[in-house]
């Protein structure tokens, strides 16, 4: 086969696939007494392999697989595979620690802050807790006061106060500072708690897909090392 007709098939373009070869993302090619590459069923696989691999690793990745397979370094390709597995099921587990969050909050909306921003004595009397364990929380990224300019003490605006409210019922409800600050950090990422509750949909949704390609791409690739073992 030519370049062109390993290209079709996907809808690529015949430099591509010389680019593919030269990346050492097909196998090693043969050529004519004119110089022309001969491809074979199994680069063609190879490249569906690569191009499967590519929806769940990523164009570098799927590279460094294939290249590992095709200098018969099978080892160092399932360790990548592995890696890419690892890191999604840690993912997987921050998203479900935020959605577990998210759903521990009252349903009651955090007080109004009035007559300005409080003081850290002030904040610590409204949520029941000593001023050190607000200064932790500083400490942990829950928490990011301002400061008075003239003075330097610390100023708790009315976001500051939400976070501290929520920070103050995830501590109650026995979740981590680790954990609380992640997910105040994504709520604030987010813009609020029904903007998160559709940013937390969309990422389960990226998740399953992100999934759904490794599956894909590892049969691909089960099928090409088939094809060398024969």
Known sequence: MRPI???????????AIRNYDDAGILPPTERSETGYRRYTPLHAQALRAFLALRG???????TGIMR?????DTE??????????VALLAERGTRTEVATAL?????????????????????A???????????????????????????GYRQY??????????????????????QVARFLESLRTAGGADALAAFLGSWQDRLTTRSRN??????????YLTMLDD
């Open 125 to 151: 009397r409204r949520l029941g807790v000593h001023p050190a364990t607000l200064r932790t929380w500083e400490t942990q990224g829950i928490l990011r006061p301002d400061r008075d300019r003239a003075t």
């Open 214 to 223: 490794l599956l894909a791409g590892a049969a691909q690739l089960d099928t």
């Open 68 to 72: 590992s397979v095709n200098r018969g």
């Open 157 to 178: 605006g009315p976001d500051c106060v939400r976070d501290a409210e929520i920070a103050r019922q995830l501590r109650q409800g026995g979740y981590p500072l680790s």
């Open 103 to 123: 759903g521990a909050l009252s349903a009651t909306a955090p007080t109004a802050v009035r007559g300005g921003p409080l003081t850290v004595g002030e904040l």
């Open 5 to 15: 007709d390993l290209a079709r098939e996907h809808k690529l373009s015949a430099q």
């Open 76 to 85: 160092s390709a399932y360790r990548l595979i592995d890696a890419a597995h």
């Open 56 to 62: 769940g690793h990523g164009h570098r990745q799927a």
